[in-house]
């Protein structure tokens, strides 16, 4: 099987030795004290991302802004948990990060979808009514890849202004950009403190380790630690230590630009095998940046996306559905052709290939 699951990584990009040596290097020096530490984590690792964040993606903050979590999902669940009440309106994009979504349902908020682009959110679509907060992807939106232009930041950040929202911006694959220096944050051209910024290292690193971080406003600093105190105390020392000091010798920024070399290898294999395999047959989106691609099939019916999943899934071949990300199914509808979803990042570009020709022998299956 070769499974083009967005995700999942290859094991081969983790930097074993560098991470071995740094946890064991942390273990000796944590040896004298055994307990609870900060809920706002590491010190030395928040000092440590705060530099990061202004060199590579133009983020201005403090260390005391930063709170370590167990990555994006923890993150997007304490904004619901301190910010949102039941019945309150927030707003996601459409189609959106299913995970993100059930999290404010979950809390009992009334979810609404916010029209998406080529170019990311609309946001000068946005409904002019008490919300009380966006959750949006604004430097790869997710699935579709768009990039947020700066005029709809501006707009976006003077929206949230005259409906006193939160806009919670998910970067959750912001290094990844090729052929072009990343887009800056959204939180950096904020100068109201109304955007609250979630970083993971789920995607240069590895999804297991659980380790993301949000850069709150002052504002929020001391709920957020709270809510973090009580919800599980703190993310795992050992592990915050270790990856603070390979982001202070540099191994970490190393380790990102080798794995944005390995990336853009596979991504150029994915849109070549597609190109050849499936001339005039596909369109492709999102493709300048990120760990994944969406692909219309042209001459797939929109009601035969699943069917083809399953087929494909016979072929050999994993791919996702991208019908389950839109809550509403208009935009989806408007379209009329299957989609799927397909992340590469875990996959050599001899597999990404050969995952292409398979999945055209599902399409011919399919008839
Ligand atoms: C939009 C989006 N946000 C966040 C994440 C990462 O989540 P986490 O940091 O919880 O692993 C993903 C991973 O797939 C994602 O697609």
Same mark, same amino acid.
């Given at each position: 099987?070769?499974?083009?699951?967005?995700?999942?990584?290859?094991?081969?990009?983790?930097?074993?030795?560098?991470?071995?040596?740094?946890?064991?290097?942390?273990?000796?020096?944590?040896?004298?004290?055994?307990?609870?530490?900060?809920?706002?984590?590491?010190?030395?690792?928040?000092?440590?991302?705060?530099?990061?964040?202004?060199?590579?993606?133009?983020?201005?903050?403090?260390?005391?802004?930063?709170?370590?979590?167990?990555?994006?999902?923890?993150?997007?669940? %304490?904004?619901?948990? #301190? /910010?949102? *009440? &039941?019945?309150?309106? $927030?707003?996601? =994009?459409?189609?959106?990060?299913?995970?993100?979504?059930?999290?404010?349902?979950?809390?009992?908020?009334?979810?609404?979808?916010?029209?998406?682009?080529?170019?990311?959110?609309?946001?000068?679509?946005?409904?002019?009514?008490?919300?009380?907060?966006?959750?949006?992807?604004?430097?790869?939106?997710?699935?579709?890849?768009?990039?947020?232009?700066?005029?709809?930041?501006?707009?976006?950040?003077?929206?949230?202004?005259?409906?006193?929202?939160?806009?919670?911006?998910?970067?959750?694959?912001?290094?990844?950009?090729?052929?072009?220096?990343?887009?800056?944050?959204?939180?950096?051209?904020?100068?109201?403190?109304?955007?609250?910024?979630?970083?993971?290292?789920?995607?240069?690193?590895?999804?297991?380790?659980? %380790?993301?971080?949000? #850069? /709150?406003? *002052? &504002?929020?600093?001391? $709920?957020?630690? =709270?809510?973090?105190?009580?919800?599980?105390?703190?993310?795992?020392?050992?592990?915050?230590?270790?990856?603070?000091?390979?982001?202070?010798?540099?191994?970490?920024?190393?380790?990102?630009?080798?794995?944005?070399?390995?990336?853009?290898?596979?991504?150029?294999?994915?849109?070549?095998?597609?190109?050849?395999?499936?001339?005039?047959?596909?369109?492709?989106?999102?493709?300048?940046?990120?760990?994944?691609?969406?692909?219309?099939?042209?001459?797939?019916?929109?009601?035969?996306?699943?069917?083809?999943?399953?087929?494909?899934?016979?072929?050999?071949?994993?791919?996702?559905?991208?019908?389950?990300?839109?809550?509403?199914?208009?935009?989806?509808?408007?379209?009329?052709?299957?989609?799927?979803?397909?992340?590469?990042?875990?996959?050599?570009?001899? *597999?990404?290939?050969?995952? $292409?020709?398979?999945?055209?022998?599902?399409?011919?299956?399919?008839?």
């Amino acid at each position: 099987m070769i499974d083009f699951l967005y995700g999942a990584l290859a094991f081969d990009d983790f930097p074993i030795l560098a991470w071995r040596k740094a946890y064991s290097r942390a273990l000796v020096q944590r040896q004298h004290r055994l307990y609870y530490e900060a809920p706002e984590g590491e010190r030395m690792l928040r000092e440590a991302l705060a530099g990061y964040l202004r060199r590579a993606r133009s983020l201005i903050c403090h260390p005391d802004q930063v709170v370590i979590v167990h990555g994006s999902q923890q993150a997007i669940d %304490l904004c619901a948990r #301190v /910010l949102v *009440d &039941a019945k309150d309106r $927030v707003l996601v =994009e459409e189609p959106c990060y299913v995970m993100a979504r059930r999290i404010f349902e979950a809390v009992g908020a009334n979810v609404q979808e916010a029209p998406v682009d080529e170019q990311g959110l609309v946001s000068e679509r946005l409904p002019e009514r008490r919300s009380k907060l966006i959750y949006v992807t604004p430097s790869h939106q997710f699935p579709l890849g768009g990039v947020m232009p700066i005029t709809r930041r501006k707009e976006l950040l003077a929206w949230a202004e005259r409906q006193q929202a939160w806009i919670v911006e998910d970067d959750y694959d912001g290094e990844f950009r090729y052929g072009m220096r990343p887009v800056d944050a959204l939180q950096s051209v904020d100068d109201k403190g109304s955007v609250i910024y979630i970083g993971t290292f789920s995607k240069a690193l590895s999804p297991q380790l659980r %380790l993301g971080y949000l #850069v /709150l406003p *002052d &504002a929020l600093v001391s $709920v957020f630690r =709270e809510a973090k105190r009580l919800m599980d105390r703190h993310a795992p020392s050992l592990e915050q230590a270790a990856l603070a000091s390979l982001i202070v010798d540099g191994t970490y920024e190393r380790h990102v630009r080798r794995c944005r070399r390995m990336n853009e290898s596979r991504r150029e294999a994915l849109l070549r095998a597609l190109d050849n395999h499936l001339p005039d047959a596909v369109e492709v989106m999102g493709s300048a940046s990120g760990l994944h691609v969406v692909v219309w099939l042209l001459q797939v019916a929109k009601d035969d996306e699943a069917e083809l999943v399953r087929v494909a899934r016979k072929q050999g071949v994993g791919v996702r559905p991208i019908s389950p990300l839109y809550a509403s199914g208009d935009q989806h509808r408007a379209r009329q052709c299957a989609g799927i979803i397909l992340g590469y990042a875990s996959l050599t570009p001899a *597999d990404i290939d050969e995952g $292409v020709r398979r999945l055209v022998r599902a399409i011919q299956a399919l008839g």
